[in-house]
DNA sequence: CTGAAAGCGCTTACAG
DNA sequence: CTGAAAGCGCTTACAG
């Protein structure tokens, strides 16, 4: 492949500028100390031909690639979308680029994705860890830094980033028996992961505060079984008169099923979302939710991660820094309140 | 850094297994031929050992990373998180990772990620081409396979993917006039991009074949803008009757703006957006839309781009292959039509 | 403050 | 059908 011929190494810039190879290596990476006239040659040389670091070679020698990996179970969730998108940025205002890798609740998939990241020796992880923890062991024992998002990754010496998820559904809860509410459905599902099941808790505890019995779904994830659901608790004379909804997805899947059976939100049913949607406060009665910082969630993970990259924190017997975000109780009509926002 | 002398090379698997270390390479890559006997016994050392293909070494000698790149405007924006999962999706399935960014139509930026994304040696990419072809051309150079989604690459060999804009707008545009609008508004903005610019000519198209005047407003990107615009139609008496949005964030901000303002959808004003919306059946008056198969577009600019990687396709002296996709018109009630879905 | 030499782990002609 | 040697482009001790 001799087309290859034309793209210029160190060798060529080294020989451009007079000077030799490691100390054009030196004023690439900016390490040691090269002179500011032979610096100033060296970047003439590099403009000239076109230099450009060869990432292969830098990391054959030992060096972690400029890339980070990030794993999330789906890329098309607006929720994980938007933390993709934070870190990728702040991955790129670092010279980094981003590995993004959707799991697909796949434990297969995300084990050869894992063992794919290996091989391109990225520089840290950024994970929504959804099996457990042996699974990114590969990179552990490359002491790859990683940042557990969403929910921790327990066994492991991540820094974790969360939200109050467990105060969040408390105070969305007691809003909804504040307006008189007294038999509240809780629905959703994936309560094993972490997320989930501390909203679950929130929940329980807002319910037993106030001496109410609990009523848990937290299997119910298609919006088939959502309506089943509502039809079957709808028949009973002393039904549920709220509704709180355990994620985005739930949220939709319980909208859409009241809407087909004709519920009207908040007369009939009310209704608290974890979790904002893109067009919240423009549904008939304005969604009232429970609004996470996905955003702010990326940015924090991809700060701590580079922070460990940089070595600017240990690791070595420190078992990570846990960041808990506050989440905003946005309070729109489908809760029982009059005004709209 | 000597953990290294931890993890095994193909020396460490050729000795274990009693081979050559070609033989390994052979194996593992699944080039020439390796008796079936040895080709066992590698994958016991394998297995054994631990091995792992160096991906850096790999690409230094001349082969293209396992790796294709993904540049979108936003990856926070439904519509390209949707394309990008697909492509994701399509590239883990074939064993290659996928490196995602996103221009934010800042082009120093994108300029800049296409310079990480030649120094890390891609095997491909798949863009949506915000800007003049010229800034990929580090790229084209180094013969690395380009597929252009959402809009045309001109100047490029790339192959594209790209919706029936022009008709989906006309179809639209059509319905709102059988609907007896004589006044129909065009709303949007980035109308130097191709999509939306077809989506113009489309709108222009139907108006012109009803005898109708076309009015247009193809530079309101802000909810403030789309505010004050509706504002100083609506002042007019024989103002606009409906309104044709020209991508789903048009479409928000016309929906939030008109909510604002209190006109009701579609008695006073009539609606239909170019692309879906998540909760767009849910709305008061469940949305009209022109539907674009996000993910079938990701998929099949996946599709011709691993062709390219393999081979299967010539590139010299071919223009690329040009895929228009169809868009579905998707009738629910913000046109006017009483039933809603 | 700067340079020459060695080697990271792989694969590609070339022999045999 | 299989192997030994060279080299991809870089950086890391080590001298000077």
Same mark, same amino acid.
């Given at each position: 492949?001799?087309?290859?011929?034309?793209?210029?190494? $160190?060798?060529?810039?080294?020989?451009?500028?007079?000077?030799?190879?490691?100390?054009?290596?030196? &004023?690439?990476?900016?390490?040691?100390?090269?002179?500011?006239?032979?610096?100033? #040659? /060296?970047?003439?040389?590099?403009?000239?031909?076109?230099? @450009?670091?060869?990432?292969?070679?830098?990391?054959?020698?030992?060096?972690?690639?400029?890339?980070?990996?990030?794993?999330?179970?789906?890329?098309?969730?607006?929720?994980?979308?938007?933390?993709?998108?934070?870190?990728?940025? +702040?991955?790129?205002?670092?010279?980094?680029?981003?590995?993004?890798?959707?799991?697909?609740?796949? @434990?297969?998939?995300? #084990?050869?994705?894992?063992?794919?990241?290996?091989?391109?020796?990225?520089?840290?992880?950024?994970?929504?860890?959804?099996?457990?923890?042996?699974?990114?062991?590969?990179?552990?024992?490359?002491?790859?830094?990683?940042?557990?998002?969403? @929910? !921790?990754?327990?066994?492991?010496?991540?820094?974790?980033?969360?939200?109050?998820?467990?105060?969040?559904?408390?105070?969305?809860?007691?809003?909804?028996?504040?307006?008189?509410?007294? @038999?509240? &459905?809780?629905?959703?599902?994936?309560?094993?992961?972490?997320?989930?099941? %501390?909203?679950?808790?929130?929940?329980?505890?807002?319910?037993?505060?106030? %001496?109410?019995?609990?009523?848990? +779904?937290?299997? $119910?994830?298609?919006?088939?079984?959502?309506?089943?659901?509502?039809?079957?608790?709808?028949?009973?004379?002393?039904?549920?008169?709220?509704?709180?909804?355990?994620?985005? $997805? &739930?949220?939709?899947? $319980?909208?859409?099923?009241?809407?087909?059976?004709?519920?009207?939100?908040?007369?009939?049913?009310?209704?608290?979302?974890?979790?904002?949607?893109?067009?919240?406060?423009?549904?008939?009665? !304005?969604? =009232?939710?429970? %609004?996470?910082?996905?955003?702010?969630?990326?940015?924090?993970?991809?700060?701590?991660?580079?922070?460990? /990259?940089?070595?600017?924190?240990? =690791?070595?017997?420190?078992?990570?820094?846990?960041?808990?975000?506050?989440?905003?109780?946005?309070?729109?009509?489908?809760?029982?309140?009059?005004?709209?926002?």
């Amino acid at each position: 492949v001799n087309r290859k011929s034309s793209i210029a190494t $160190v060798a060529d810039v080294a020989r451009a500028a007079g000077v030799g190879a490691i100390t054009v290596s030196r &004023a690439v990476n900016g390490n040691g100390y090269v002179s500011e006239e032979k610096r100033k #040659r /060296i970047a003439v040389a590099i403009k000239k031909l076109g230099y @450009r670091q060869n990432q292969a070679a830098r990391v054959l020698k030992g060096n972690r690639a400029r890339m980070i990996g990030v794993i999330i179970p789906d890329l098309a969730d607006s929720f994980f979308g938007k933390c993709a998108s934070a870190i990728e940025s +702040y991955a790129a205002s670092h010279g980094y680029m981003t590995l993004i890798v959707a799991s697909n609740r796949d @434990r297969r998939l995300q #084990r050869r994705e894992v063992d794919m990241m290996v091989g391109q020796n990225i520089a840290g992880l950024i994970v929504v860890p959804s099996f457990p923890a042996v699974d990114i062991k590969p990179l552990t024992e490359m002491s790859v830094p990683i940042v557990a998002i969403d @929910r !921790p990754a327990p066994g492991t010496a991540a820094d974790e980033v969360v939200v109050e998820n467990l105060e969040g559904s408390k105070v969305a809860v007691s809003h909804l028996i504040d307006h008189g509410h007294q @038999r509240i &459905a809780c629905v959703g599902y994936d309560k094993d992961s972490f997320a989930i099941s %501390r909203r679950i808790q929130g929940y329980v505890a807002a319910m037993k505060g106030a %001496r109410l019995k609990p009523e848990i +779904y937290d299997e $119910v994830s298609t919006l088939d079984e959502t309506s089943k659901l509502l039809r079957k608790l709808l028949k009973k004379i002393d039904h549920p008169t709220a509704i709180f909804s355990l994620n985005n $997805v &739930a949220t939709q899947h $319980v909208l859409c099923a009241l809407r087909h059976l004709g519920i009207s939100v908040p007369k009939k049913m009310a209704l608290i979302g974890f979790d904002d949607l893109e067009l919240a406060s423009l549904l008939p009665s !304005p969604l =009232t939710v429970v %609004r996470q910082p996905a955003l702010n969630l990326g940015n924090q993970a991809a700060r701590l991660l580079f922070d460990r /990259i940089a070595g600017t924190k240990m =690791t070595e017997g420190d078992f990570g820094v846990k960041l808990v975000l506050p989440v905003e109780f946005v309070i729109r009509s489908s809760c029982g309140c009059a005004a709209g926002n």
